[in-house]
């Protein structure tokens, strides 16, 4: 009896997993359930076990000879599983046990293992494959002192702009220094879940004069979440945003929705202005957090040098231009300092945000990630490294 009922607990297990599998094909899972799910069926679990081997360290090289052959099954198998297509929210709860899920597939790419992305009609483009709960629409634009505002008009803009004020100016009992993480904590907070008609206004606002552009650098409290004694190497910078899921994916998100492109009439290769927004306020209270440089410009790049790079002078070179030659980002900036959005706006979603998830399962891109994504050290281009 007990054989038997063991037989159909193993059965109903398999069945279900089975149909978790045929859900995730239409709809994407969060990537905590399909974790969930894989671990806790015997054929699924023991592949993703053997891919964090591959991934991890050295990689394939922890495997020890043949290793590249189990790795590449691990993956071709769990490309059927749950895990291949599950998504993480930005700034869900646990966004970044989701995030560690989700690379446990999709870092194989890094390791040569290319047959990830290679898979037709998915976008593999999204490392990340956040999503975002706020509509991203280009708003009439008001001063910033308009901005600020009108964000404590706001119940939730207003208390979560407090709480990250105070976190990021209140000095701490031992070095009498401000408390860095739990000022970028607060700010990821606050850009996360503020909806972006007012975080944007107060990040973008446009200005005619010092005073007013003071106000919109100061937005971040740079002296605590933006600035340091020293500007460190930018390489420094990108390998520890790359040891973290959730820095790693918001970079890549960047690099995606703000692709600069010189064929395209906006300048943006993805035509998102949106988008390209959300994806740059993405990336505030990481390692790689960009401001505005000073209060006579609109030149915005993250607190770090290219100096010193020696022979990644130009792998470096390019990371820092995706901020400040960046002529897709400035010219988001530009179109939602308008007072009005028109078709000036230029590419199909002006005035709006396509999200591939749930409610837009047809909008997939290419086979292969952007022309230039930067992991792990380096810059790859399209399959290769």
Not at 83 to 104: A, D, F
Not at 337 to 362: A, L, W
Request: hydrophobic share 30%; net charge positive.
């Amino acid at each position: 009896f007990q054989i038997m009922t063991k037989q159909v607990q193993g059965k109903n297990t398999k069945g279900l997993y089975l149909r978790k599998t045929a859900l995730a094909s239409v709809l994407r899972l969060d990537c905590l359930v399909a974790g969930d799910s894989c671990s806790s069926d015997e054929t699924c679990s023991p592949r993703l076990r053997t891919l964090r081997q591959c991934v991890a360290g050295n990689g394939s090289m922890k495997l020890g000879p043949g290793a590249r052959s189990q790795c590449a099954n691990a993956v071709s198998a769990l490309l059927s599983s749950p895990l291949h297509g599950c998504q993480c929210k930005r700034g869900m709860k646990k966004e970044k046990n989701c995030l560690s899920i989700y690379w446990s597939l999709h870092q194989s790419i890094i390791h040569g293992l290319c047959m990830v992305m290679l898979q037709r009609d998915y976008d593999y483009v999204r490392l990340a494959s956040i999503t975002a709960d706020s509509d991203v629409g280009m708003t009439t634009v008001n001063r910033c002192l308009d901005a600020a505002k009108a964000c404590n008009v706001d119940d939730l803009c207003q208390k979560l702009r407090t709480e990250y004020v105070s976190a990021c100016i209140k000095p701490t009992a031992k070095s009498g220094l401000c408390n860095r993480p739990k000022c970028n904590k607060a700010l990821r907070r606050f850009f996360d879940r503020v909806p972006a008609d007012y975080t944007h206004e107060l990040l973008f606002c446009p200005c005619t004069d010092t005073a007013c552009a003071e106000r919109r650098r100061q937005t971040i409290v740079p002296s605590c979440s933006y600035e340091s004694v020293e500007k460190p190497n930018c390489i420094t910078q990108m390998r520890i945003c790359n040891a973290d899921y959730v820095c790693r994916s918001r970079l890549a998100q960047f690099q995606y929705d703000c692709e600069p492109s010189k064929t395209s009439a906006n300048g943006c290769k993805q035509g998102n202005f949106g988008a390209c927004l959300l994806a740059y306020t993405g990336l505030i209270g990481s390692t790689i957090t960009p401001n505005y440089v000073d209060n006579s410009t609109s030149s915005v790049a993250p607190w770090c040098s290219c100096s010193a790079s020696g022979s990644r002078r130009e792998e470096c070179d390019n990371f820092l231009g995706y901020f400040t030659d960046n002529i897709c980002l400035s010219e988001c900036c530009s179109i939602h300092n308008k007072v009005e959005c028109t078709d000036s706006c230029g590419g199909p979603f002006c005035g709006q945000h396509h999200v591939v998830g749930h409610d837009h399962p047809e909008h997939h891109v290419t086979d292969c990630p952007p022309e230039t994504i930067f992991i792990d050290d380096k810059w790859f281009n399209g399959c290769g490294y």
